[in-house]
């Protein structure tokens, strides 16, 4: 029995082994294949982190260089446009801002010149350079030149033709009073009023060419068409009756004007350009004397009450020079211009003085001469625009007159006069060549028109 016994558990104990044994390397081959499936999850997984790591690295080094590329682009950038500045700023101190190219950029950088003046005309924004060697931008530069060539003149200059159309309105009322005062109450006599209204009409055509780099001359050749309407009260001896004629509507030549201007001093940082000017009148208009009047009504004692030219006068008639000076001075943004002129006319002798068809009175007439100064300020408000406000004011001395007859000069009471004017103007960048101008006037003395409107059109060719 216990030889049973011991049989059947060494039988039990010899399967067990036996299992075991047979297991064992199945076992140890799955356990192999595991741990090499886990290798080589562990490689790839290194083999993509590195991969990433490089991408990373050349990622962050082209956008360093990127970087630092943009940063060169934009200091050659400024560098560039700071020479292109200081040579178009010295070819506006020497007058001829269109002739200023890039290629002498380095030039005037290493000349030194100032920039404290307005830049000429560009096609976009432009960098002046301080004399202390600082850098700003400067937009305004075509819209400087346009301020220079009205208010002031342009030197060196290519050749410049200009058209324009001028409207000026007078309108005078005067009362006359023909009697005497009683009881220093009553009036016993005629009253009338006399009213002259006139609407001139000027076509202009004007030439202007930059001879050297301080010289500058001019010509402008007008067309004048004026319609005047004379209206007096109490005609016909009637106080409530009105007389009404109006003269005019053809379109007659003017006087002619020649100019030239001379750059005395360019400006610096602390002297403002200074420009000498002058300038002819030549006598091609319809003078003013011995124009024939027409006779509208007389009075019982065959005295002219009320009488009109036939025709309506178109210039002065006597030669006149003008010399003066002007000056102009950037203060930024702000542009300052000032002129002053003394105008002097010649004496001439006139077939016919009279403007009654029955009578020739000949002798010379002298207009005597003139002072004339104005003072403005513009601002450039960008590339293409700029708005200027001025005052100018015009003091005549009294006309002489000299008959044949008598061969003393005699002066003609009333003759002397005071105009006075505010401006407000603007100009407009058409385009690179043209420029379009405008001008309100606003007459502030009783000699002044009493408006007057101006548009030009300047084409540099």
Known sequence: MMMMRKLNSG????????????????????????????????????????????????????????????????????????????????????????SAQGGKATTALAAGVNTQSATPRSGGGEALVSSEGSTRQEP????????????????????????????????????????????????????????????????????????????????????????????????????????????????????????????????????????????????????????????????NDNFIQFAVPTKQPSGQGVWSINLGASMLKTLDPAILFANAGVTHTFSKHFADLDNSSNTISPGSVDLGNAFNYGVGVAFALNERMSLSMSFSERLNGSARIRPDATGVWEKIIGSDGNAATLGIGMTYALSERMTFVGNLGIGLTPDAPDFSITAKLPFTL
Do not use: C
């Open 11 to 98: 039988a039990l104990l010899a399967l067990v082994a036996a299992i075991l044994a047979a297991s064992a390397p199945a076992s140890a081959q799955q356990t192999q294949q595991a741990g090499g499936a886990a290798t080589e999850n562990t490689q790839d997984m290194q083999a993509i982190t590195r991969e990433m790591q490089t991408l990373k690295s050349r990622y962050a080094d082209e956008v360093r260089k990127l970087r630092e590329l943009e940063i060169r682009l934009q200091a050659l950038t400024a560098r560039v446009q700071a020479q292109e500045g200081v040579a178009r700023v010295q070819a506006i101190q020497r007058g001829g801002g269109a």
């Open 140 to 299: 305004t530069s075509r819209s400087v030149e346009d301020v220079l060539q009205q208010q002031h003149v342009l030197f060196n200059q290519p050749l410049t033709l200009e058209i324009g159309l001028n409207y000026a309105r007078y309108d005078r009322k005067q009362l006359t009073l023909n009697g005497f005062l009683a009881l220093d109450a009553i009036f016993l006599g005629s009253i009338a009023v006399e009213d002259v209204a006139s609407d001139t009409f000027t076509y202009t055509f004007a030439a202007r060419k930059g001879i050297t780099r301080d010289l500058s001359a001019s010509i402008e050749v007008p067309l004048v068409q004026r319609w005047t309407t004379y209206q007096k009260g109490g005609a016909g001896g009637s106080a409530a009756a009105v007389a009404e004629a109006s003269v005019g509507g053809d379109v007659v030549v003017g006087d002619v004007t020649a100019g030239a201007s001379y750059r005395l001093f360019p400006e610096t940082p602390t002297r403002p350009e200074i420009a000498l000017y002058t300038s002819v009148g030549i006598p091609t208009g319809q003078a003013p004397y011995g124009i024939p009047w027409n006779v509208l009504e007389r009075g």
